[in-house]
């Protein structure tokens, strides 16, 4: 099992931030657009290389992001039309969230079989989480739901103080 730390900066205006594994060293580099249509967040590795891609869709009634990993579209996280409390649902090719995912306390399973946890760290500044990858071979993928899911929650915080993402 490997565990790595996102110690996440989404309202800085670079919306960069990195992954780091348990000797905080970096192990994955995410990279934000800034004020470019579609919002996209770049997933690269330690070489640079691109390893997945998060796209929030364009002109669309209510928000819909895009997760690809190694040019595959993996996921799709939409908001439903609700209106008490935002609830949005994750469609993925044989992915799917178990728990908690809007406080950042869930599971992630390829095709019923756990590859990967995540759990928020309550004792740090800044919105920073645990994520433990039980199949590395889901490591990006695992990663780019992480990193996905904070995406959709910042959009939803900037869209209820009234600004946009």
């Known amino acids: 099992m490997k565990q790595l730390y996102i110690k996440q900066r989404v309202f800085s205006l670079s919306g960069k931030f990195t992954v780091k594994d348990q000797e905080q060293n970096d192990v994955y580099y995410v990279e934000g657009s800034f004020m470019q249509i579609p919002k996209t967040f770049a ?3 330690t070489k640079r290389d691109e390893v997945a891609l998060i796209t929030k869709k364009t002109f669309s009634f209510l928000p819909k992001f895009f997760v690809e990993v190694n040019g595959q579209e993996r996921l ?7 209106i008490f409390k935002a609830r949005y649902t994750i469609d993925g090719t044989g992915i799917e969230i178990r728990g908690n995912w809007w406080d950042m306390d869930f599971q992630i399973l390829q095709h019923g079989e756990v590859v990967g946890q995540v759990n928020k760290e309550w004792f740090s500044w800044g919105d920073s989480y645990k994520v433990e990858i039980l199949d590395e071979e889901m490591e990006a993928v695992v990663i780019a739901v992480v990193v996905a899911i904070d995406c959709v929650k910042a959009d939803q915080a900037a869209a209820a103080s009234g600004g946009s993402a």
């Open 76 to 82: 799709t996280i939409k908001k439903e039309f609700s």
């Open 43 to 45: 997933i690269m590795n």
